[in-house]
């Protein structure tokens, strides 16, 4: 029942949410989907699909075979994680110095957490050499405490000193460089060591919570100060730029010490080692006095050395003391004080401000940050440090052997997998990081090449166990496939493949870690290295695949069984080609799939860049013939390379729509031999079969090629009036299957035997009968291999090829009752089944193009129409169905995923903010982006173009911004050409030219920078350097005419879209975009870090950008995201439990959904700030407005500092903080958070966007709550206006806003204004509704009260026109709204409305649920859906609604 469309977590792919997978351990999720904003197809729920009657308990399906292999029920989860969760306990900590203190700890966390923990401590923070000892026994640091004898309750852990080593020396001065560098953002703005932005505590003052109670009591409505700033206001056309980043007085840098460094003096020599010594420092402190100290074995002391003489002996007196900070405390008076005050402020940020994120965010714009003296920056800059463990210099990280091992981790239980999937994480984390170090040292020049001899783009490189190769096409090897195009396109493929690969996660099978990253107009692969590949030639070691492009092929026994059990998810089929002896060779992946054995034993499989088959939209091939949706929309065309491949997510849902077809087919048939039928067969198989079963596809569906070739084969069904259908199983080739599971993978699963014939018959006629229509999108949730849902899981046409040892009963719903009929239907029919019902099955199966005949299982060959490979002769049959099936996916992209996006835009179930949402929400629905233009263009013959022109302008922003960033790619390689290119001392000064020819209205003449480094005498002949006069110039001839004509031509030849525009005044006037919005996207886009000012881009006398405002220059890094699976199926169900009202349960199983994902990620990721986001909604809904609030403030940093602080999903996050703020009475924080929401989304995509209405209808309440009557009009009639626009003026959002603005006017006591606008919301509702429902009576009453008002103000003013001052004045009620009924506004606005309830309508609740469980709940594994005690509810009901 508490279902609101935003809740739906960051990376289900489409929207069942409550689909979990019974068998599947690993769920292929795509990896790309992580929605920020609203559910991108938040479809009702209802439509979920049934496999079978629908009245059965499901608790017995989640039984788990007895290996193990399945997270199936809940009670096997729950004891699973009773396990983790031992209760904690207190032990007393004494440290030298302090007095002794209680720390909570639990018996799971290693002796090194507390090391963690005392080391942030504000009074412990300053020592790290020294161990834990309990009566006199040293603890072992990797020790979990539950293993340590003795210790409990009360124990005592004494903090002992221990003498240092080199090591930990450099450890200590390195933790006291971190400490007093704890407040300074440079890290975050510098990008490194994962430190990331967050700006909420700058709006929230630090007031959330308790402290906020005390502090802002009584008084409230006086201290407010609600005016926002000019620029935030309805109808400002100001963009300021500088409060994206507002300044933090927390960040105003208190100065303990002036200089901290390595001494000149480094290392001891052999007489100082001698005596202890391990290094040397030298410090300037703030009294400016120069100082040297000793590290030695014994601590820090002052030694006599000054700049230029050595003499280590310690000075008198030395102040030996164990840490830098002791010692420096008793030199410096400044550092005490200010150290001290430092950790304070240090200690009081929210933990989520100091954590590191899991991977690296940049920020595209920076103030103009100091550069300090650091010694530790320095060292790190020249080692290759990852980690601590790095300081001994030749000890690299074997990233492959790493990320190898941590796949092969046991996987039985759910400790097990936590462990596993964390180590997954975590090193996938460590190599994505260090693989973007290596890439910016190789394209900075700061590694030497393993082939140095070579031209630069076809060099190679290997740093720290990394290899790393550059996107060009070196040695022709794509010169078939688009040279250099498909060069740059191939490492995308590639991860793509890796991700999918990766996900099926079979055992046995290895692929490689991959990372692509764009970095100053290059693209670096790197990968982890197959140990002994670099020994041989690559000849030599492939023994599956062709390394040639299908030339020479080979195929090997042991790929083929391992690659078997990844052609059901991922939908390859196996196929034979031609090798060049013209022996045929069987493949079960495309030819450039390599198998390679490595030296470790291991089966590596690399060059995944064709795992999905060809996009046959943007391949012309000769004498081929695309379908007609394809021919009419202009297909097929030319494209860049031949590497367009289509995406997963469409293959997915191409085989889910393919099987609808299929079932309507069989149901088809069947209706029509139960017509021919009569009698008890007839009454009985009407019953499972009602005509209404099988309504005709969706209008919004063009149905493809197949659906022409399905009329003719329909004839042919019919004909067979056999009793029933009946389909073949064999364990083998039947039925989709979910997604590989874990045991599938660990060795060929048990299978179960084929059903006979009669079952299997049975279950096709339920899941025909259940085959309602279903939006191409929206996914039925059990009755198919789930593609879209790859959680759900497939059984189906009773074929059972399952891991699960259990009886099929146990697993498919509804089998029981299938039984029964199929038995009743073959009893009938003495002689068992008619074997004309076999033609039934196989007319439908050739109508969908599944490559088996007994049942519906459709897959591709991913080397259709591959230049260079070539199928035997025998296969040409199978090879001219594959084609048609491609052709026929094409049409699907074109005739279904187009439309349904636009629709999903239309009815705002998508709404993408920004370029990132948009290129979500179309790869979600499996669009590529190259499709662009043509999603514009259908927008654009949409009859509702007004009300999608949020989209088509975001879309145009796009189109244009990618165009832009491909063309500064080559410019920026043009400047490398010679030797290395730009020269880079120009580089700053190039990019600044770019940018203005890209923005600013300034006919752009390039300021070429005087060279810093020339003498005088010299310059004077070369003051009048000529643009492109050689000297490596030729980026300074582009103009911004040139630059918007190549950028028209790049649309037209990539996107084939027209652009109507010369110059960015164009753009802005024709499309209706901003400039700024437009430097966002292409700064994103291109890695470009800019100097955070204002920007006149409208200038016609100076240049917007000089190269002093370019501060650097970014990488942009693509990377596998690993899951935590477990995690996942707790939080999906937990939002089905919320779903269908039972609060408590779905908000306990989000808590322990939170506690797994924190267990496998660590603090910081975009799936635990969706998890918090929905915990603080559920903690709202039942009452706690405080926990919600924290849960909330959790959510907001976490998406600052993982996502972006100006993210769509981060504006979404501080609206919900408002509104929880607001119900807490913080009313002057609500107001900031929200007008900070407002500015971030101008500063994205500008006022005209429907999210935006919901966003001042929410500044229009609060104002109008702290009674601001005049701003609170503004806002709420701006809200009005984009209502209308966006849900036409009919709708009853539109109704809404009328009422809204109508309560302001009453308030200000203009009742005729009043009137007017509750008579337009009264019209809407009457229309809409009806005048019995009880919004259009509400909205009556309402008119009746204003009228009166309206009445007695006018009989008033008559009085006192008439009798002057000696009027006898009626007093008028003038109300100010109270807080209470401004918060229950604010919630419906937001989709949540208490309902009370009486003793009748909870029945009718309970009814209701129970039908919708029913419904939603097919396939559902982790809770028993039966109801079975009353619902726990309270007397009014909380729901979580959309007002229309």
């Not at 240090?346 to 920076?366: G, K, L, N």
């Not at 019953?687 to 063009?702: D, F, K």
Request: proline share 5%; glycine share 6%; charged share 25%.
């Amino acid at each position: 029942m508490v279902s609101k469309t935003d809740d739906i977590p960051a990376s289900v792919p489409n929207c069942n949410v409550n689909t979990v997978d019974l068998v599947g351990e690993t769920p292929d999720r795509k990896e790309t989907t992580k929605a920020p904003h609203k559910d991108p197809c938040g479809h009702s729920v209802d439509t979920a699909v049934m496999n079978g009657g629908g009245t059965h308990n499901l608790s017995e399906e989640s039984k788990q075979d007895g290996a193990g292999d399945t997270d199936g029920g809940e009670d096997s989860n729950e004891q699973e994680v009773i396990v983790i969760q031992d209760t904690g306990f207190t032990v007393k900590i004494q440290a030298p110095g302090t007095e002794p203190f209680d720390l909570q700890v639990s018996p799971q966390e290693m002796v090194q957490e507390i090391h963690q923990v005392l080391m942030d401590r504000e009074d412990t923070c300053h020592r790290t050499c020294f161990s834990l000892q309990l009566d006199s026994n040293v603890l072992d640091n990797f020790a979990e405490l539950k293993s340590i004898e003795g210790l409990q309750e009360g124990s005592l852990l004494k903090v002992v000193e221990e003498p240092y080593t080199v090591r930990e020396a450099r450890i200590h001065v390195r933790h006291i460089r971190d400490l007093l560098k704890g407040l300074d953002p440079s890290d975050a703005y510098n990008g490194v060591d994962c430190n990331s932005l967050s700006f909420l505590s700058v709006f929230t003052d630090g007031d959330l919570g308790d402290s906020g109670k005390r502090k802002k009591k009584g008084s409230e409505l006086e201290q407010i100060d609600c005016t926002p700033p000019e620029h935030i206001l309805p109808g400002s056309k100001e963009r300021p730029l500088l409060p994206l980043q507002p300044q933090n007085k927390d960040w105003k840098p208190m100065q303990c010490l002036k200089v901290l460094t390595m001494s000149g003096w480094n290392p001891p020599p052999g007489n100082r080692k001698m005596h202890g010594d391990l290094m040397y420092l030298y410090m300037v402190t703030v009294e400016e006095r120069h100082i040297s100290i000793t590290a030695s074995t014994r601590g820090f002391y002052l030694n006599q050395s000054t700049t230029y003489t050595f003499n280590p002996k310690p000075a008198n007196p030395s102040f030996l003391s164990h840490s830098l900070v002791e010692l420096l405390s008793q030199i410096s008076p400044a550092f005490k004080k200010n150290f001290t005050a430092l950790q304070k402020k240090r200690v009081q940020r929210h933990p989520f401000e100091r954590i590191a994120t899991p991977f690296q965010v940049y920020s595209w714009t920076a103030p103009q940050v100091d550069h300090t003296m650091d010694c530790v920056r320095a060292e790190d800059a020249y080692t290759s440090r990852l980690g601590y463990e790095e300081h001994i210099p030749g000890q690299t990280r074997d990233w492959n052997e790493e990320l190898q091992t941590t796949r092969e981790l046991a996987r039985k239980n759910l400790p097990d997998r936590l462990l596993r999937e964390r180590a997954i994480f975590k090193v996938h984390s460590d190599f994505a990081a260090a693989a973007t170090r290596g890439s910016m040292a190789v394209i900075d020049g700061n590694v030497m090449a393993i082939n140095p001899g070579e031209e630069t783009r076809m060099q190679m490189f290997i740093w720290n166990n990394i290899f790393f190769s550059l996107g060009f096409d070196v040695r022709d090897h794509y010169r078939e496939l688009g040279g250099d195009a498909a060069a740059h396109a191939a490492p995308t493929n590639d991860l793509n493949g890796v991700r999918a690969y990766g996900a099926v996660d079979v055992e046995g099978l290895y692929t490689l870690g991959t990372v692509v990253v764009d970095y100053r107009g290059y693209r670096v692969t790197a990968q982890s290295i197959i140990p002994g590949i670099l020994e041989r030639e690559q000849e030599q070691s492939v023994i599956y695949g062709s390394i040639d492009f299908g030339k020479t092929v080979v195929s090997h026994g042991k790929y083929l069984e391992l690659l078997e059990k990844t052609s059901r998810p991922l939908k390859v089929q196996r196929h034979n080609v031609l090798n060049e002896k013209d022996e045929s060779m069987e493949l079960c992946s495309s030819v450039e799939c390599k198998g390679i054995i490595g030296n470790d034993g291991r089966h590596y499989i690399l060059d995944l860049l064709r795992t999905f088959p060809p996009d046959l939209n943007f391949l012309p091939v000769e004498g081929e013939e695309l379908s007609p949706e394809s021919v009419r929309q202009g297909f097929p065309r030319q494209h860049r390379h031949r590497l367009a491949c289509l995406r997963q997510e469409l293959i997915e849902a191409f085989v889910e729509h393919r099987y609808l077809l299929f079932m309507k087919m069989a149901a088809l048939q069947l209706m029509q031999q139960k017509a021919n039928k009569e009698s008890k067969l007839a009454t009985l198989t009407e019953n499972s079969i009602p005509g209404a079963a099988v309504p005709a596809l969706p209008s919004t569906e063009t149905p493809d090629a197949s659906a022409e070739s399905s009329e003719t084969s329909t004839e042919t069904l019919t004909d067979a009036n056999s009793d029933t259908v009946q389909t073949e199983t064999t364990s083998t080739t039947d039925a989709p299957q979910p997604a590989a599971t874990e045991a599938t993978t660990t060795e060929a699963a048990p299978k179960t035997e084929p059903m006979t014939e009669t079952d299997s018959s049975a279950t096709t006629t339920t899941n025909a009968s259940q085959a309602t229509p279903i939006e191409d999108n929206v996914v039925p949730t059990v009755t198919t291999n789930g593609p879209l849902v790859p959680f759900a899981t497939a059984i189906q046409n009773g074929e059972c090829e399952s891991p699960l040892e259990g009886k099929a009963e146990d697993i498919i719903p509804g089998l029981a009752q299938a039984k029964e009929l199929a038995e009743s239907l073959a009893a009938e029919d003495g002689s068992g089944i008619d074997p004309k019902s076999r033609e039934v099955v196989l007319n439908a199966c050739k109508a969908v193009g599944s490559i088996s005949n007994t049942s519906f299982d459709i897959r591709f060959n991913p080397d259709i129409f591959s230049p260079g490979v070539r199928f035997p002769e025998d296969s040409a049959d199978d090879i001219q169905k594959q084609k048609q099936l491609l052709k026929d996916a094409g049409a699907f992209m074109v005739s279904c995923q187009i439309p349904s996006l636009v629709k999903d835009c239309l009815d705002h179930s998508a709404l993408p903010m920004d370029g990132a949402t948009l290129t979500e929400a179309l790869h979600q629905r499996g669009i590529n982006v190259r499709y662009l233009g043509n999603v514009l263009a259908f927008v654009d013959q949409t009859p509702a173009k007004a009300q999608l022109e949020h989209f088509y302008r975001i879309g145009i922003s796009e189109l244009i911004t990618r165009c832009a960033k491909h063309i500064f790619k080559t410019y920026l390689q043009t400047m490398y050409s010679v030797s290395q290119g730009v020269e880079l001392s120009a580089l700053s000064a190039a990019v600044s030219h770019f940018l203005n020819c890209f923005l600013s209205s300034f006919d752009a003449v390039a300021h070429l920078p005087a060279d810093e480094l020339v003498s005088r005498r010299k310059n004077r002949k070369r003051r009048n350097r000529v643009p492109g006069g050689g000297d490596n110039t030729a980026w300074a001839c582009l103009t911004p005419s040139e630059l918007w004509k190549n950028i028209v031509s790049e649309a037209q030849s990539y996107y084939h879209f027209t652009l109507h525009c010369e110059n960015a005044d164009q753009v802005v006037e024709k499309y209706g975009l901003q400039k700024i919005t437009l430097l966002r996207e292409i700064s994103i886009k291109a890695g470009i870090q800019i100097l955070i000012k204002e920007y006149n881009f409208d200038s016609r006398h100076k240049p917007a950008f000089t190269e002093e405002d370019i501060l650097n220059i970014f990488p942009v890094v693509k990377h596998v995201n690993p899951k935590a699976s477990d995690a996942f199926h707790f939080f999906q169900s937990g939002q089905a439990k919320v779903q269908q009202g039972y609060l408590k349960e779905g908000c306990e199983l989000i808590n322990e959904a939170l506690n797994l994902f924190n267990n496998v990620y660590g603090a910081m990721h975009v799936e635990i700030c969706a998890c918090l986001r929905l915990l603080a909604r559920l903690n709202y809904i039942m009452g706690d407005h405080h926990e919600a609030l924290s849960n909330q403030q959790k959510a907001v940093l976490m998406s600052e500092r993982v996502l972006g602080v100006e993210h769509p999903n981060t504006i979404q996050e501080y609206m919900h903080l408002a509104l929880y703020c607001f119900a807490n009475g913080q009313l002057s924080t609500a107001l900031k958070l929200l007008y900070r929401a407002r500015y971030l989304m101008l500063m994205v995509c500008g006022e005209d966007h429907p999210e935006m209405a919901l966003l001042d209808s929410n500044i229009g309440l609060v104002l109008h709550g702290v009674m601001e009557y005049d701003l609170s009009l503004r806002f709420l009639e701006n809200a009005l206006a984009i209502n209308s626009k966006y849900h036409g003026p009919r709708s009853l959002k539109v109704a809404l806003s009328h009422h809204l603005v109508a309560r302001v006017y009453e308030s200000k006591a203009e009742f005729r204004s009043a009137l007017q606008q509750e008579k337009e919301g009264y019209t809407i509702y009457k229309n809409q509704v009806g005048e019995a429902h009880e919004k259009t009576k509400e909205s009556s009453e309402y008119l009746k009260y204003l009228t009166q008002q309206a009445v007695a103000l006018q009989r008033t003013m008559n009085e006192i026109y008439k009798n002057g001052s000696n009027a006898s004045i009626m007093p008028l009620k003038f109300t100010a709204p109270s807080m209470a009924s401004v918060l229950e506004q604010l919630n419906i606005i937001n989709g949540i409305i208490f309902i009370p309830l009486s003793q009748k309508d909870l029945e009718n609740l309970k009814a209701e649920v129970q039908r919708r469980q029913q419904l939603q709940e097919s396939g559902k594994s982790v809770e028993d859906l039966t109801v079975d005690g009353p619902l726990e509810l309270e007397d009014k009901i909380p729901m979580d609604v959309n007002v229309d």
